[in-house]
């Protein structure tokens, strides 16, 4: 089911650049202008575990709660979030990985080709594709991403190609659920990269972390613009 986008309520001063531009998203999804700083902001680092469903039941919990900010980071194996990419953008994997700094290159293109034969065919159906990744990290992020766009909660989110591909099945699961969420920075990763563009969403950051701390960075940029 579409999700209802956020109205645009103000317009940043353009000298604020990115910054400018995620504070309007952010005001879009208060529903004032200017927007102030997040009252309830929940952090979330996700393992590898959890499920779809338990994501929908975590976002559920945050509104309930009154949170007004999620920050979305992961810390689980990165492989399916770039095969997910892969499978619904048609990239192919040595395109999808890119250049490695520090890993095992040959090891990562390999699990992605492994991974595309067993999830290219579910391209056009989302929930199926979460279940052929097998990534209990990258199902809980698809669901929670999609259930807070529901219940109109922002999600700030990390450059990782977990994050990145589980927004990208979101926005499949719940078209518009983009138009919810806050990119933190400019992924490192091509999959990752192409995840973004896809939903038109531009990092605030661009400093090449392929760690979760970029989500916590943009953050912290984010509250110091709103306090300017």
């Known amino acids: ?69 999620v920050v979305l980071s992961c810390a689980a194996d990165q492989v399916a979030g ?8 048609d990239l192919e994997p040595v395109h999808a990985v890119g250049t490695v700094s520090g890993a095992d290159w040959a090891s990562l293109t390999v699990g992605v080709r492994t991974g595309l034969r067993t999830t290219r065919g579910h391209a056009g159906d989302p929930a199926a594709l979460l279940e052929a990744a097998g990534s209990p990290a990258l199902s809980t992020a698809a ?16 450059g990782s190609p977990l994050v990145c591909g589980a927004a990208l099945v979101a926005e499949r699961l719940a078209p518009g659920a983009s138009t919810w969420w806050i990119a933190g920075q400019v992924p490192p990763n091509p999959a990752a990269s192409r995840a973004l563009a896809e939903l038109e969403l531009v990092g605030l950051l661009d400093l090449r972390l392929a760690l979760p701390l970029g989500a916590d960075l943009a953050l912290s940029v984010l509250l110091q613009a709103l306090d300017a």
């Open 143 to 158: 669901g929670l991403l999609a259930q807070c766009a529901r219940r109109r909660t922002p999600v700030l989110l990390d």
């Open 1 to 69: 089911m579409p999700v209802e986008p956020p109205p645009a309520v103000g317009t940043a001063d353009r000298a604020l650049g990115r910054i400018g531009a995620a504070l309007e998203r952010l005001a879009a999804t208060q529903g004032a202008w200017p927007p102030h700083p997040p009252r309830s902001v929940r952090r979330l680092l996700l393992a590898d575990e959890g499920s779809r469903e338990a994501g929908i039941a975590l976002a559920d919990e945050i509104a309930d709660a009154g949170g007004d900010l």
């Open 82 to 89: 770039i095969v997910v990419v892969a499978a619904l953008l």
